[in-house]
């Protein structure tokens, strides 16, 4: 899957949502989260997004490591 970070916060661009072809990027208040079971790991969100807060799983940045239990749980996966 792919996981939305910190930078989305405060941002919620929402340029994702209109290129994921699958519609598995969901408002989750405060900012946006990809729903792991959904997500086709097409990669089109990651250079849609103006600040940068989508990566694949396996290279999300240090530091920012929370986010993935944190798109994971949100939809009780
Ligand atoms: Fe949607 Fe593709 Fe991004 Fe997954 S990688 S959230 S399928 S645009
Ligand atoms: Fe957030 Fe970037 Fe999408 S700011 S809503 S991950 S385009």
């Given amino acids: ?3 939305i970070t910190s930078p989305c ?11 994921c ?4 990027i969901y408002d989750a208040g405060e900012m946006y989260l990809i729903h792991p079971d959904e ?3 097409c990669g089109a969100c990651v250079p849609a997004c103006p600040v ?3 990566f694949p799983e396996e290279d ?3 530091g ?3 986010f993935i239990p944190r798109n994971y749980e949100f939809f009780g996966a």
């Fill in 64 to 66: 920012e490591e929370s």
């Fill in 39 to 41: 997500c086709i790991d």
């Fill in 60 to 62: 999300v940045p240090a």
């Fill in 1 to 3: 899957t792919h996981i």
């Fill in 52 to 54: 940068s807060a989508i």
């Fill in 21 to 24: 072809p699958v519609e598995c």
């Fill in 9 to 19: 916060i405060g941002t919620k661009d929402q340029a994702c949502t209109e290129v």
